[in-house]
């Protein structure tokens, strides 16, 4: 907040979230008294900025999110262990592991149906071509969760393929999900685990090319592993990444490290901000470490909207801009573990942020993949003759843009023994500046990856691309019906990918995602 000092800016807000602490009475009226002295000095000082707080935003699509409500769950796709308590996870394990099995393919018809609109305008989005030859652009990329694997030692995580494909971007993000920690054991098999997350630290290295140069730009520290291992784990983690050239946003240590990060590459300036929903039950060491979390964005709240509260992502977003940063990305660990659809309010949530300023959202967190959406704001449109589904109008600026919602892209690497939980995705766009001067972005650009979790005549545990694993490991009972019938699903998803219907006497001429997995 401009006008303010630090210390004021700390007293409001923490009026606005609830956190003072009063011992009695007498005391709650002083300080009472003090804070709407305090809070007519900033009206006075910079009313402008205040009357910019975060946004109630307006779209002009009436059905969707807006006027949908959740779904009633089953007790199988109600187990939703994110922010409960022990006891709650022990009653309702069963339901759970039926949950990780089987996964869970439905939304409501609205939300479905909603998304269908989204890949057709992807599709409009895809056939225009911007020329951008003779422009600076900036390749920008990014991956879903790198776990844990339990391999000691070795460069060779990643294939050959995967790391030319790596080598195009120019910035190149993701969620680090482990802790990499020479004080405490790594497991050797997921039985092992126990719900702690640490691995040596060759998930890092080998992100290297042939020539040592690291692919990896910048990661997400902030997700429900954070603290695993408490302070120590995350202290170490970040050594690590410091010595090997990686950025980090999401944690770090008070006063030393930013709650948010600065990339610079070809002339643009990209701000990366990452949160997470909480940390498993554990609390953050109050002194030596923080970590990034956004109240009310645990699982269980999301649908009660009172309990989002936005004002840190809101200054942060203001920092950038008077930063003068070019381009937005809140990355958010988020959602529910293996559903291939975001909650309504997700989707609800997701606007607000978009019109606080976020040009990118990028999720994490269920290890599956989620549909995508570009929202239109301020009357932007990325195809004249047709409208995006997602039409918002925010109140910090009028210039118009067009926003990108990624919900999740699944797991970069894992030995997750289920065939969707081993498929990933990496999406890359083009940044650049068009004819106006302004921030602008190509369409997205989809490059599906393998865990190969399965040694096979490779030898190794190894990460790939799909075209790379159909080419050499699709062979006997390594490639399935069940993968390819999910890679299948996926794509149609969220690619917009979708297989053609073969009858001539089809009144369509595509499946959707739900005939080809059979969801009902």
Not at 12 to 19: I, V
Not at 44 to 49: A, E, Q, R, V
């Amino acid at each position: 907040m401009t006008g303010t000092t630090p210390f004021e800016r700390e007293k409001f807000q923490g009026f606005l979230t609830g956190k003072l602490k009063l011992k009695n009475v007498t005391l709650i009226f002083v300080q009472i008294r003090k804070i709407l002295g305090l809070f007519l000095l900033i009206w006075s000082c910079s009313s402008s900025i205040l009357q910019r707080g975060p946004a109630r935003i307006t779209t002009k699509n009436s059905s969707f999110p807006d006027s949908v409500e959740e779904e009633k769950l089953s007790l199988v796709d109600g187990a939703r262990v994110e922010g409960q308590s022990v006891a709650w996870v022990a009653r309702n394990i069963p339901f759970y592991l039926t949950k990780f099995k089987n996964k869970k393919y439905s939304s409501t018809p609205e939300e479905i149906q909603y998304f269908a609109e989204q890949r057709k305008h992807l599709n409009l989005v895809r056939s225009l071509k911007n020329d951008t030859k003779k422009l600076p652009i900036l390749d920008l990329g990014f991956g879903g969760d790198i776990m844990w694997t339990g391999k000691e030692s070795g460069s060779d995580q990643l294939s050959v393929g995967l790391k030319e494909h790596l080598s195009r971007y120019d910035l190149f993000l993701a969620n680090l999900e482990t802790m990499i920690s020479h004080q405490f054991p790594v497991p050797g098999t997921l039985i092992t685990i126990r719900s702690k997350m640490n691995s040596y630290p060759n998930i890092v290295d080998s992100f290297r090319n042939e020539n040592g140069k690291m692919l990896l730009s910048g990661l997400s520290l902030a997700n429900n592993h954070s603290i695993d291992y408490g302070s120590e784990g995350l202290l170490d983690t970040i050594a690590v990444l410091k010595s090997r050239g990686i950025s980090y946003s999401g944690a770090g240590v008070p006063n030393k490290d930013s709650k948010w990060l600065v990339l610079e590459k070809n002339g643009f300036r990209i701000g990366y901000y990452a949160a997470t929903y909480g940390f498993n039950g554990n609390e953050v060491p109050a002194t030596d470490i923080f970590v990034n979390t956004l109240s009310g964005i645990v699982p269980d709240q999301f649908a009660r909207q009172s309990a989002w509260n936005l004002e840190e992502l809101f200054f942060v977003l203001e920092e950038m801009k008077a930063a003068k940063i070019d381009f937005k990305i809140v990355s958010l660990h988020w959602g529910h573990e293996y559903e291939y659809y975001p909650t309504i309010a997700q989707a609800k949530l997701a606007r607000e942020i978009v019109a606080l300023g976020a040009d990118v959202i990028v999720g994490s967190h269920p290890h599956v993949q989620q549909p995508i959406e570009i929202c239109e704001v301020n009357g932007y449109r990325s195809v004249k003759s047709q409208a995006s589904p997602c039409q918002l109008k925010d109140s910090h600026s009028q210039i118009p843009r067009k926003a990108l919602i990624i919900y999740s892209l699944g797991n970069f690497i894992t030995v997750h023994p289920s065939p969707g939980l081993q498929l990933g995705l990496n999406l890359g766009i083009s940044i650049f500046r068009n004819a106006e001067s302004a921030i602008d972005w190509q369409e997205p650009k989809f490059e599906w990856i393998k865990n190969l979790t399965i040694p096979s005549r490779r030898g190794v545990h190894q990460t790939m691309l799909w075209s790379e694993y159909l080419s050499a490991d699709c062979v006997s009972a390594e490639c399935t019906d069940e993968e390819t019938r999910i890679h299948s699903y996926v794509r149609c998803l969220v690619e917009a990918a979708c297989p053609s219907i073969k009858s001539s006497q089809a009144s369509r001429e595509f499946l959707t995602p739900e005939e080809i997995i059979g969801a009902n």
